[in-house]
């Protein structure tokens, strides 16, 4: 299936991603420059963050810190409102952990508790801070969450992160129901599996190249970006990637 896309043009406006300095992220990044977005990428390395900056210079800012920290979100968004005026487009919230690949039964507590402080809370916060941004510049602005084929159908020893992908998809219908007529559109992007290090951690028996790559996952990006997905009634979609990806 491949949906008809308006591209959105995004030119002078501004975009966050979360985890935007490696992986998924740096790919959905990379696409937002090329439709004319200045983007700030955020994360706990400043070392890949750097390099995703050097990939497209003066369009990707780095952001050091930590999703789930309620103080580096405030910061986070004045950094934006100051050289935005206040606006922000296009929100991706795309860092993510994975926790141990373990039985619920042996699942350390400390480890339950870091996945969801990252995955949920990190979400949660970020989109708190910086939705007075995407407000004003609504109608037309877009969230989007990263999830996972196990945050709708929960399969054995994938623990916490399951959980907390189920979570995200909870976040995402609430987010989207409550801001329905504000002009702010919320949705769900579950990539499947990608050639990623995470991937690569959770499925070490796995030959990475039989997968997509992060670049790949943009098509669906560019659809929950585009007038064809936004409104009232089509706010709070949870779309799989791989039925927007080009096929050779
Ligand atoms: N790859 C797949 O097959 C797959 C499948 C389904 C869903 N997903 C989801 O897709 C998203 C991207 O995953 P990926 O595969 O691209 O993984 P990745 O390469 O490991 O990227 C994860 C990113 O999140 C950042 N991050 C982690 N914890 C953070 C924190 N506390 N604060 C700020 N940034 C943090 C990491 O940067 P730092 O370490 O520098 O902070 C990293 O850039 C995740 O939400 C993941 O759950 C991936």
Do not use: C
């Not at 420059?33 to 994360?43: F, I, K, N, Y």
């Not at 992908?165 to 989207?176: C, I, S």
């Not at 007529?181 to 579950?190: D, E, F, I, M, Q």
């Not at 790559?213 to 098509?219: A, F, G, L, M, Y």
């Amino acid at each position: 299936m491949s949906k008809p896309v308006t591209p959105p043009d995004l030119s002078g406006r501004a975009a966050v991603v979360t985890g935007g300095g490696s992986g998924i992220g740096r790919a959905l990044a990379l696409a937002l420059t090329d439709l004319g977005a200045t983007v700030w990428v955020v994360g706990r390395r400043r070392s890949v963050l750097l390099e995703t900056a050097s990939l497209r210079s003066g369009q990707i800012h780095p952001f050091v810190g930590d999703v789930a920290d309620a103080a580096l979100a405030e910061s986070l968004a004045s950094t934006v409102a100051e050289a935005t005026d206040g606006t922000l487009a296009v929100l991706v919230n795309n860092a993510g952990v994975l926790g141990p690949r373990a039985p619920l039964l042996d699942y350390p507590q400390e480890d339950f508790e870091e996945v969801f402080r990252v995955n949920v809370f990190g979400v949660s916060i970020v989109t708190r801070a910086l939705l007075p941004l995407l407000l004003s510049e609504a109608p037309g602005s877009v969230v989007v969450n990263l999830s996972s084929g196990v945050g709708r159908v929960g399969r054995a020893q994938w623990g916490a992160y399951a959980a907390s992908k189920f979570a995200v998809e909870g976040l995402t219908q609430v987010w989207a129901d409550e801001l329905r007529t504000s002009g702010v559109s919320v949705h769900a992007l579950n990539p499947g599996a990608t050639r990623t290090a995470m991937r690569a951690e959770a499925k070490p028996e796995e030959d990475p190249s039989t997968l997509p790559t992060p670049t790949d996952i943009v098509p669906s990006l560019l659809y929950l970006l585009s007038p064809e997905a936004a409104g009232p009634s089509r706010t709070g979609q949870s779309i799989d990637a791989r039925d927007f990806m080009v096929t050779s």
